[in-house]
């Protein structure tokens, strides 16, 4: 069996999850595997010509929703005869809230079917040394469950079984009560405090340690990285790919959600499915 799989992965985490589950599906049945990562480049006309296959969809999530530029670069393409589709989205361990059923309407009204679907803990974009948030995720316990996610939805389709799913019925597992209401407390406090004295967070280049290498601007996925290396607000998505990619530790997310994240939502959770 052979799969197509289209991930959109800033700092690497999905990309890994993407790969397990296509290994899954695809167990070693070809060379080579179909896989395209969006975040330089949308998806193309040529791309949308691979018509049988099914299509693993991966996104990260952002503020609970799958994020507008995971939309833009998978616009153009359509199915004409209803592929099944496995709906991914990776998040850093609070929750996945709307992603997945954001990303089963986009797909649905693209022509796929959605017959599998699932939610993997990655590191967070905000993790640190000093605020961890599901830091060194996905490890091996993650892959191993990637993998066998994959053989489950090939065992389905082998099965002829191309029933679609809900994924509204994919439900968050839940966080400690005390951790919620921390952590809404402190969003409420910040709300209130960017109404009166708004504030722009974005990643922060440290001039006597960069060394103009430029990896940082390859590793952006919208170009928001100037020739100065310092960050255009305008276009930058906190995806902090710049900051985890830097070999000199020159660059830094002062985010002030990175603290109560990694104090509220430090309890490991675990991969969860539904087919």
């Known amino acids: 069996m052979k799969s197509l799989s289209l991930y959109?992965?800033?700092?690497?985490?999905?990309?890994?999850?993407?790969?397990?589950?296509?290994?899954?599906?695809?167990?070693?049945?070809?060379?080579?595997?179909?896989?395209l990562n969006l975040n330089k480049r949308p998806v193309s006309a040529e791309t949308g010509e691979i018509e049988t296959l099914p299509v693993i969809f991966t996104i990260p999530v952002y503020g609970g929703h799958m994020p507008k530029v995971a939309m833009e670069r998978l616009n153009t393409l359509r199915s004409e005869c209803n592929q099944p589709a496995i709906l991914v989205a990776v998040y850093g361990n609070r929750a996945f809230e709307k992603a997945l059923i954001d990303l089963e309407a986009f797909v649905r009204e693209r022509g796929f079917n959605p017959i599998a679907a699932?939610?993997?803990?990655?590191?967070?974009?905000?993790?640190?040394?000093?605020?961890?948030?599901?830091?060194?995720?996905?490890?091996?316990?993650?892959?191993?469950?990637?993998?066998?996610?994959?053989?489950?939805?090939?065992?389905?389709?082998?099965?002829?079984?191309?029933?679609?799913?809900?994924?509204?019925?994919?439900?968050?597992?839940?966080?400690?009560?005390?951790?919620?209401?921390?952590?809404?407390?402190f969003v409420k406090a910040y709300q209130t405090q960017q109404a009166t004295e708004p504030k722009i967070y974005i990643p922060l280049v440290d001039t006597e340690k960069c060394t103009e290498c430029g990896e940082c601007a390859d590793a952006c996925p919208t170009a928001a990285i100037r020739e100065d290396f310092t960050t255009d607000a305008t276009r930058c998505i906190k995806c902090c790919a710049c900051v985890k990619i830097c070999p000199a530790q020159a660059r830094a997310f002062h985010t002030p959600f990175a603290r109560p994240l990694s104090e509220n939502f430090s309890e490991r959770k675990s991969p969860c499915w539904i087919l």
């Open 118 to 185: 699932g939610a993997f803990p990655c590191e967070h974009s905000y993790s640190t040394d000093e605020t961890p948030i599901a830091a060194g995720r996905p490890d091996n316990t993650d892959l191993k469950m990637a993998e066998e996610f994959g053989r489950l939805v090939r065992e389905k389709i082998l099965h002829n079984d191309f029933s679609s799913v809900n994924t509204s019925d994919l439900q968050d597992e839940p966080s400690p009560e005390a951790s919620l209401k921390n952590f809404i407390k």
């Open 8 to 35: 959109f992965s800033p700092t690497g985490g999905g990309e890994k999850i993407a790969k397990a589950i296509q290994n899954g599906i695809d167990q070693n049945d070809y060379d080579y595997q179909f896989s």
